[in-house]
């Protein structure tokens, strides 16, 4: 497969889960808010922003900072997917590009400012659901080959470094000394956190609906069997990376290595290790996942070339 | 069966009218040619109802599988669906023997003319072409001198423009040697056709073209650099921004070959390789869909971004076939159109079966006088432009854009060409309901490897607008499935 078709499924894939990611949590603070919130809003935007990714600290200054950061996240990740498909075209099915295609137009019209200020929700919920459906298209009418695998690496690792930068947000606010996460306002948060990743449905099936940080922590940290954990999504990751490696017939050793050091870090260290120092934890996962990252430009799409040629 | 519609209205032939032009339907006698008889009472028969009903599951056929073209000039390319007529153009055995036998001759001919302009030049010490009208088109490549392609072959796939003239022969109006396009619509709308019109099909007997993209990828492996097995074929593409892109993916997919771009090829020791997430691979033909101009940095345009440095050095080493090759569009200069026919008789020794359309050059001051007073009757056509644009049709033309052409003509002669005004053929179409002739060409495509290949078949442009004389998609054409008949 072309390095420049690889990329681009990759960071097609990259951005519409972006998208989708950025959508929820909007959604689930939008939500919040309503309710909750006096004033400002106090910390929570910066809080937010800084879970999407954010390094600007003017992001999450106010309500209206962080509205218009999340909303030109989503409609420019929309349309960076969007983009990398339309380099592509021949390579995905037409059904997955139809889906991307009306994505972006939906989101065009429903993502414009005023009306996004009106009716947020109709983003949030089309995003979403449109990232669900294309991945359901893409899993019934794409050959699971070498492109598959890439869509599935680039999805995996935009996840997983999303989900250690929420719990990392979160617990840093809410997991302290004095507060209580069975009142009604830190029930709430401890909700959102958990809706932010879709998994209090599955949260209630494992634990019941008794939220208590360490096992919100474990769920969405180490649980083998949720999608949106960063276990499963590693989990994932790596078997991607491992069929890419078999297909290509290369052997990237250093790649092997990380993803399996980011997988030894889930499966083996103990939760009360991780609860002491879930920051560092977090940051680790999310820098494994940059060496990682960089690793498969380095081994399949940017590569030296005299590298290649004295292989 | 009962249809549920008003069987009694049928396609209207009210507004159709036969005059001097050759029609392709209606024989002298006013009656439908033999060919065309079972079309004929097709649309007699048909409802009208049913025919709007095929015109549009065609529409919907062609706008699903997005067989679009970019129309440059107004706000930065607007994307159109390439329209299409209902009706096909018929053309018997016979016609298309003498077509297949001209074109035959013709590509041999210009193979040889490139072959021997690029190397010895005899035809220019013997005085076949000027050698002005050689070396100051700017298509000539003094880059190619002294280089022998795979094989001689120069051109392996042409598109060539036919017209058919009032007393009902074919005629060559333009060679393409260089990047011609518009395969990919001949065979798409044939797929349609197909499934509109089962029933003509099989009572016309249509010849089959569902061989091209084979025959295609069989061109390209016949001309594998020191014939190397198992070539890696590419086709190099200007991007998705290109009008054409969509033919590009089309026959990529169609030929199972990689499609690429530029930037996915880099150059090594003069070996051209591409860049796969397994490692490079190294490429050994290129049908690319490039122009000369941008295919290589170093030797042609410095700031092109679409081409892959080192490349013309990797094919001069001989490393790498360029299909085309490097300055074909020599050939089909506008200009040195005029010398074809003398083109043919010097290389083969024989008369042109497909004869030229009568071509004035601008740079010969008698005729330069000669059309700069008629050229209100002439098409005047700047020699290097193509899609329709830089033409002037004086019948059509106003004051002012003659007086623009005049002072374009005084200022840069060799740029000119000037033609008569010809009444081509015309063909019916299906119009909104009713029947009504159109004018038409025909671009059959011909594949020149180990042998020449001509696929029965080809695309033909109509002039929609009508009155047009103007065929090209980008000027308000459209185009017709072509049935050639066992």
């Known amino acids: 497969m072309l390095s420049r078709v690889a990329d681009s499924l990759y960071w097609m894939s990259r951005y519409l889960e972006r998208a989708e ?61 969007r983009e990398n498909a339309r380099q592509v075209r021949e390579q995905i099915s037409s059904e997955m590009w139809e889906e991307l295609n009306r994505l972006f137009h939906e989101s065009k019209r429903i993502g414009a400012p005023e009306r996004f200020r009106a009716q947020p929700f109709d983003l949030v919920h089309t995003a979403c659901e449109s990232a669900h459906l294309f991945h359901g298209i893409t899993d019934s009418t794409m050959l699971h080959g070498e492109g598959w695998q890439f869509i599935q690496a680039g999805r995996f690792i935009e996840r997983v470094q999303h989900t250690a930068r929420l719990v990392d947000a979160h617990f840093e606010e809410f997991h302290r000394p004095g507060l209580d996460p069975a009142s009604a306002a830190e029930h709430m948060e401890w909700l959102g956190l958990l809706r ?41 990751l790596g078997r991607a990376l ?38 560092e934890f977090s940051a680790n996962i999310r820098r494994l996942c940059g060496q990682i990252h960089a690793g498969i430009y380095q081994v399949y799409i940017a590569y030296p070339i005299e590298a290649a040629l004295g292989a | 069966m009962t249809p549920a519609f008003d069987t009694s209205q049928h396609a209207r032939f009210e507004d159709y ?42 529409d919907v056929s062609f706008l699903h599988q997005g067989i679009t073209f970019t129309v440059y000039g107004r706000e930065e390319g607007t994307e159109r669906i390439f329209p299409h007529d209902l009706l096909p153009r018929i053309i018997t055995s016979a016609e298309w023997e003498t077509i297949e036998r001209g074109l035959t001759q013709r590509i041999t001919a210009l193979n040889l003319f490139l072959c021997d302009i690029y190397n010895d030049s005899h035809s220019l010490d013997d005085g076949v072409v000027p050698r002005e009208i050689v070396y100051s088109c700017k298509h000539f490549r003094r880059q190619m001198r002294g280089f022998s392609v795979p094989k001689n072959i120069y051109v392996a796939v042409v598109g060539t423009d036919l017209i058919r003239l009032p007393n009902g022969r074919f005629v060559v109006l333009e060679d393409n040697l260089r990047v011609p396009s518009g395969v990919s619509y001949m ?53 998705i921004y290109n009008s054409a892109y969509f033919e590009h993916a089309f026959l990529a997919r169609q030929m199972g070959i990689e499609l690429v771009e530029g930037r996915d090829l880099t150059v090594h020791d003069n070996q051209v390789y591409m860049r796969t997430t397994a490692g490079l691979r190294r490429v050994d033909v290129i049908y690319r869909r490039v122009d000369d101009d941008f295919i290589d940095p170093l030797t042609f345009r410095p700031e092109s971004t679409l081409g892959v440095p080192g490349l013309f ?37 024989q008369d042109p079966i497909l004869d030229n359309v009568e071509t004035f050059l601008c740079s010969e001051p008698t005729e330069r006088a000669h059309v700069l007073d008629r050229l209100d009757r002439y098409v005047v056509k700047a020699v290097g432009e193509s899609g329709g644009y830089g033409m002037l049709i004086g019948p059509y033309s106003t004051a002012e854009e003659r007086e623009e ?82």
């Not at chain 1, 990611?21 to 910390?43: A, F, Q």
């Not at chain 2, 002072?407 to 005004?421: E, F, H, M, V």
């Open chain 1, 21 to 81: 990611y950025t959508s929820r949590t909007m959604g689930v603070h939008l939500n919040l808010m309503l309710e909750h919130d006096i004033g400002s809003g106090g910390s929570r935007w910066p809080r937010v922003v800084t879970a999407l990714g954010s390094q600007d600290k003017t992001d999450g200054e106010d309500f209206a900072a962080a509205e218009s950061y999340g909303l030109s996240q989503i409609v420019n990740s929309i349309g960076a997917a």
């Open chain 1, 196 to 236: 932010s990743c879709t998994a209090f449905e599955a949260y209630c099936k494992v634990y019941t609906a008794e939220l208590r940080p360490e096992r919100v922590a474990e769920f969405l940290l180490l649980n083998a069997e949720f999608p949106h954990s960063v276990r499963f999504g590693v989990e994932r």
């Open chain 1, 242 to 279: 491992d069929a890419i490696n078999q297909a290509t017939a290369r052997k990237s050793d250093r790649l092997a290595k990380q993803a399996g050091r980011l997988a030894a870090a889930l499966s083996y260290t103990p939760l009360e290790e991780i609860m002491s120092s879930l920051h």
């Open chain 2, 17 to 58: 009218w036969l005059d001097g032009a050759y029609d392709e339907m209606f024989g002298a006698d006013n009656l439908p040619r033999e060919h065309y008889r079972a079309l004929h009472e097709l649309l007699l028969e048909l409802p009208l109802a049913e025919m709007r009903r095929r015109k549009q599951s065609a």
């Open chain 2, 187 to 239: 065979l798409t709308s044939r797929q349609v056709m197909k499934r509109i019109f089962p029933e003509l099909f099989r009572k016309a007997g249509v010849r089959s073209i569902d061989h091209y993209s084979e025959s295609l990828l069989a061109t390209l492996r016949a001309l594998s650099p020191q014939g190397r097995p198992d070539p890696n074929i590419v086709l190099l593409t200007p991007g």
């Open chain 2, 313 to 349: 050095n990797a094919y001069r080493a001989g490393n790498v076939t360029l299909s085309n090759a490097i300055g074909t569009g020599v050939a089909d200069d506008k200009a040195l159109y005029a010398y074809v026919p003398r083109i043919i008789k010097y290389f083969l020794n």
């Open chain 2, 405 to 486: 052409f005049r002072r374009r003509i005084q200022s840069d002669p060799r740029n000119y060409i000037a033609q008569p005004t010809l009444q081509f053929s015309r063909a019916p179409c299906f119009l909104d309901g009713s029947v009504e002739p159109r004018h038409v060409d025909l671009r059959p495509y011909v594949l020149y490897g180990d042998k020449i290949t001509i696929v029965p078949g080809g695309l033909t442009r109509v002039a929609l607008r009508k009155g047009s004389l103007v065929v090209n998609s980008s000027q308000g054409g459209g185009s017709k499935d072509t049935w050639v008949l066992h």
